[in-house]
């Protein structure tokens, strides 16, 4: 079964610094998406940025960016001059390519969150 | 573009009552939907999910049911609310394929059992 870890419960970064949230996954497959989500107090989740295993090329998205490793099945997301509307939990998530497969595999696996600080 | 509402925004209900979450998703036709459950520091739970009018596929047993009447509708529901219903309830809508299967999320709906 495909698993999804977030070894970082908490970070913490200074106002306009960098930051890498960490996340490692385990499968199988060779085509599939990962996502990184936001869940800020107000509770909604936001997509931040998508990327799909088949391209080798790291996905941004403005200030966004990830460290995808395919080999060693690490998915790392950083953030760029980090601003306090920054502040909130960010989810890693997995989903198997189900178009290979003809049938309904429709779940997307979260982490446990890493709940990031902005300090001003 | 595309939204997506989820009401109640908060429902607090005594346990044993009933209960009824609607989600209602604009500016898409057919699109995949999906519930989920939060639990406070916690992960997201899949709950239920949808791929067209009348199919639910079901991930984990429990006292909850789903129900898609309309294309563009998804309703969560439980005869009899147990302690353990009590969480944060979200609804989803996914892209196609073609766009990298990306979810997109209500508002959620806080549900307290007491």
């Known amino acids: 079964a495909q698993t999804v870890t977030q070894s970082q419960p908490e970070m913490s970064v200074q106002e306009a610094e960098t930051v890498t949230l960490s996340c490692t996954y385990d499968?199988?497959?060779?085509?599939?998406?990962l996502f990184w989500y936001k869940q800020p107090p107000s509770r909604q989740m936001i997509l931040v940025i998508r990327?799909?295993?088949?391209?080798?090329q790291n996905a941004t998205e403005n200030r966004f960016s990830v460290n995808f490793q395919k080999a060693a099945k690490s998915f790392s997301l950083k953030i760029s001059d980090s601003q306090l509307g920054d502040a909130a939990m960010y989810f890693c998530?997995?989903?198997?390519?189900?178009?290979?497969?003809?049938?309904?595999?429709?779940?997307?696996?979260f982490g446990t969150g890493t709940l990031l600080a902005v300090q001003p | 573009s595309q939204t997506i509402h989820q009401w109640p925004a908060t429902l607090v209900q005594p346990v044993g009552s009933p209960l009824s979450l609607e989600c209602t998703v604009e500016?898409?036709?057919?699109?995949?939907l999906y519930w989920y459950r939060q639990a406070a520091g916690r992960g997201l739970q899949l709950l239920f999910y949808?791929?067209?009018?009348?199919?639910i596929s079901s991930e984990v047993p429990q006292n909850l049911s789903a129900s898609r009447p309309q294309d563009r509708q998804f309703i969560l529901s439980s005869k009899k609310l147990l302690l353990s219903d009590s969480g944060f309830y979200l609804c989803?809508?996914?892209?196609?394929?073609?766009?990298?299967?990306?979810?997109?999320f209500g508002p959620g709906t806080r549900l307290t059992v007491t």
């Open positions: 989803a809508w996914e892209k196609t394929a073609a766009l990298g299967y990306e979810q997109y």
């Open positions: 499968t199988s497959e060779s085509d599939y998406y």
């Open positions: 990327q799909e295993a088949y391209k080798q």
């Open positions: 998530a997995y989903r198997k390519n189900p178009s290979n497969y003809g049938g309904a595999t429709n779940k997307l696996i």
């Open positions: 500016g898409t036709s057919n699109p995949n």
């Open positions: 949808s791929v067209g009018i009348g199919q």
